[in-house]
């Protein structure tokens, strides 16, 4: 009884042998919708990918706005939060000074704000280190040439995966609301 079961055995490794070998020959590899096509595909895909990165920058458009006026907003937002504005970063101008040609600058206006919350700075590192790249934070403020009346608030996310990161998410988003809300307010 055993040698048959012996025999079955083989028989079963002789028939994934054959099957393995049979995969691999170069009629199933040489097909046309064959492994290396797939493998090409996968492979460009992957590629693809990493060149071009996830979208996380969050806008928030207001219409009919003035710049100094939502300048002045994300300002009062900030501080409102109990922080303090490290710098603002006169972007625009800097593009101007040291772009090869001043035509293709893309706006009107711009600049980022930076600022930091020394708690929220403590949590993120203690929950990941490497973290520390989200501080400071910063919100852009900009229009793009030929639309003035059109102001745009940017960030970029900090994601989700950690409480701290979800509280920075949220610190943002409070920010650039109360920015545009104040924005908006006509004196």
């Given at each position: 009884?055993?040698?048959?079961?012996?025999?079955?055995?083989?028989?079963?490794?002789?028939?994934?042998?054959?099957?393995?070998?049979?995969?691999?020959?170069?009629?199933?590899?040489?097909?046309?919708?064959?492994?290396?096509?797939?493998?090409?595909?996968?492979?460009?895909?992957?590629?693809?990918?990493?060149?071009?990165?996830?979208?996380?920058?969050?806008?928030?458009?207001?219409?009919?706005?003035?710049?100094?006026?939502?300048?002045?907003?994300?300002?009062?937002?900030?501080?409102?939060?109990?922080?303090?504005?490290?710098?603002?970063?006169?972007?625009?101008?800097?593009?101007?000074?040291?772009?090869?040609?001043?035509?293709?600058?893309?706006?009107?206006?711009?600049?980022?704000?930076?600022f930091c919350s020394g708690a929220l700075a403590a949590e993120l590192v203690r929950e990941a280190p490497e973290q520390l790249t989200l501080c400071p934070m910063s919100i852009?403020?900009?229009?793009?040439?030929?639309?003035?009346?059109?102001?745009?608030?940017?960030?970029?996310?900090?994601?989700?995966?950690?409480?701290?990161?979800?509280?920075?998410?949220?610190?943002?988003?409070?920010?650039?609301?109360?920015?545009?809300?104040?924005?908006?307010?006509?004196?």
């Amino acid at each position: 009884m055993r040698s048959d079961v012996l025999a079955g055995m083989n028989s079963l490794e002789c028939q994934g042998k054959g099957l393995l070998r049979q995969m691999c020959s170069l009629r199933l590899l040489g097909a046309p919708c064959g492994a290396p096509h797939f493998f090409l595909v996968f492979l460009c895909l992957l590629c693809f990918s990493a060149i071009c990165p996830a979208q996380d920058a969050v806008v928030v458009r207001l219409s009919k706005a003035d710049f100094r006026a939502a300048h002045d907003g994300l300002i009062e937002a900030i501080e409102s939060e109990g922080l303090v504005v490290g710098s603002v970063l006169p972007f625009r101008d800097m593009l101007a000074r040291t772009a090869v040609g001043a035509e293709t600058i893309p706006y009107g206006e711009a600049e980022i704000v930076q600022f930091c919350s020394g708690a929220l700075a403590a949590e993120l590192v203690r929950e990941a280190p490497e973290q520390l790249t989200l501080c400071p934070m910063s919100i852009a403020l900009y229009t793009l040439a030929g639309e003035p009346s059109e102001i745009r608030l940017a960030y970029r996310s900090p994601g989700s995966s950690t409480a701290g990161r979800q509280r920075a998410g949220s610190l943002l988003q409070r920010i650039v609301q109360r920015a545009a809300e104040l924005a908006r307010l006509t004196w």
